[in-house]
């Protein structure tokens, strides 16, 4: 698998691209064992080791197996492939897995490449808090979709069910959520995020809420609580929205995934004018 002279082959490229994405869905069977904790994340004490692998099972853990699998110019190719991923999809600890891959190839052509979405991505890093950004539930107490309608009576709301963990969660949200909100500012939509399986991942949960600058109510879910509203809304994937009428009603998004903006535009403003 570790053959420079191979990389000006595509489907090379390919194959080690591929093995990447699977390896870590291996790994990720194997996540809660001593072993592969012992083997991945020998740099923290053992008894951090278990936290570290949660807080980004992703892009950290791939640029492991890069560390770990491969060496020269084919490290330096999957740092880049690894990166053109994030580029897409989960920006988390993008800044710090660049500066690693700098520091190792100084002079690397590829990093031309992503320092422009490494530098809006230390902006969005600093962003703060702010007063717009309103935490209902941190604790995972709200059991039942019941118990959110309840804390919005009169109000229509867009419900977005995401999870930290979620690559196509923010994608969606970074492609739509500011649209939304420029489209319905000044009009009485309350927007709601509902992160799921993620009671373990607090700290990462309000860094990515500043990063997407996610102004609106947020709730960090029990299990009871996602599966409840993933029941009642005849869902089974994320992200997955759905509204809530002033009634209390609830229909789920027609838009689809990728997410047609224009038809949950639609949907919302006829939810909107209901009675």
């Avoid at 936290?51 to 197996?65: R, T, V």
């Avoid at 838009?255 to 403003?269: N, S």
Wanted: charged content about 25%; hydrophobic content about 35%; overall charge positive.
């Amino acid at each position: 698998m570790n053959n420079a002279e191979a990389l000006i082959s595509p489907i090379y490229k390919m194959l080690i691209g591929n093995y990447l994405l699977q390896r870590k869905e291996e790994l990720w069977a194997t996540a809660q064992s001593s072993d592969f904790l012992s083997t991945y994340y020998s740099e923290f004490p053992s008894n951090q080791r278990a936290q570290a692998y949660s807080g980004d099972p992703e892009n950290l853990l791939q640029e492991k197996i890069i560390n770990k699998e491969f060496t020269g110019q084919i490290n330096e190719y999957l740092y880049a492939y690894l990166l053109q991923m994030m580029s897409r999809s989960k920006k988390t600890n993008a800044t710090v897995i660049f500066d690693r891959f700098k520091a190792k190839y100084p002079t690397s052509l590829y990093r031309s490449l992503y320092e422009p979405m490494i530098t809006e991505a230390r902006i969005n890093e600093k962003r703060p808090l702010n007063e717009k950004m309103v935490f209902l539930d941190s604790s995972g107490r709200l059991k039942k979709l019941d118990d959110v309608i309840n804390l919005f009576k009169g109000r229509t709301v867009l419900v977005d069910m995401w999870g930290t963990w979620c690559g196509p969660c923010h994608q969606e949200i970074e492609k739509n959520a500011h649209a939304l909100k420029t489209h319905f500012k000044n009009k009485d939509l309350q927007f709601l995020y509902i992160s799921n399986f993620d009671l373990k991942n607090q700290l990462n949960w309000k860094k990515l809420i500043r990063y997407y600058s996610m102004e609106g109510s947020h709730v960090l879910a029990s299990r009871e609580l996602s599966e409840d509203a993933m029941n009642k809304t005849g869902s089974d994937s994320f992200p997955t929205y759905f509204i809530i009428k002033k009634d209390g009603t609830y229909e789920l998004s027609k838009a689809g995934y990728p997410m047609e903006r224009e038809l949950l535009i639609k949907q919302l403003e006829e939810a909107m004018s209901y009675h």
